[in-house]
């Protein structure tokens, strides 16, 4: 069992950063890929972004790609997104989650994970 806690969420100008963080449960974070979803009312949960098992490569969605980083710490238990220039349009509520499928390849869709996170609200708005 893992369990997964989102921060860093809140209200952002555009153009402005915020950077989201995951706390994960238990010893077994670095078994784990981990990945960044975002979703808004009335629209599927969407990914933004994976990480690999060991930090080594990342993938991201083409909407997000140059303004977002995701990065983890496997010392911390604690997956990142770094996210600048930010637009309204990224206005979500952010989750992060965690999954195990053996041969992964590419950002991962929703049902690759097992373990997701309650979520963080991020506002872009003026």
């Known amino acids: 069992q893992v369990q997964l806690v989102e921060s860093g969420g809140g209200l952002v100008q555009p153009g402005g950063s915020l950077r989201l963080s995951c706390a994960a449960s238990?010893?077994?974070?670095?078994?784990?890929?981990m990945g960044w979803f975002r979703q808004t009312p009335g629209k599927e949960r969407e990914v933004v972004a994976r990480?690999?098992?060991?930090?080594?490569?990342?993938y991201y969605a083409a909407s997000v790609k140059g303004r977002i980083t995701i990065s983890r710490d496997n010392a911390k238990n604690t997956v990142y997104l770094q996210m600048n220039s930010l637009k309204p349009e990224d206005t979500a509520v952010y989750y992060c989650?965690?999954?195990?499928?053996?041969?992964?390849?590419?950002?991962?869709?929703?049902?690759?994970?097992?373990?997701w996170g309650q979520g963080t609200q991020v506002t872009v708005s003026s």
């Open positions: 989650a965690a999954g195990r499928v053996p041969g992964i390849v590419g950002l991962s869709t929703r049902a690759q994970y097992e373990y």
């Open positions: 238990g010893r077994t974070f670095s078994s784990y890929y």
């Open positions: 990480i690999s098992r060991t930090g080594s490569t990342t």
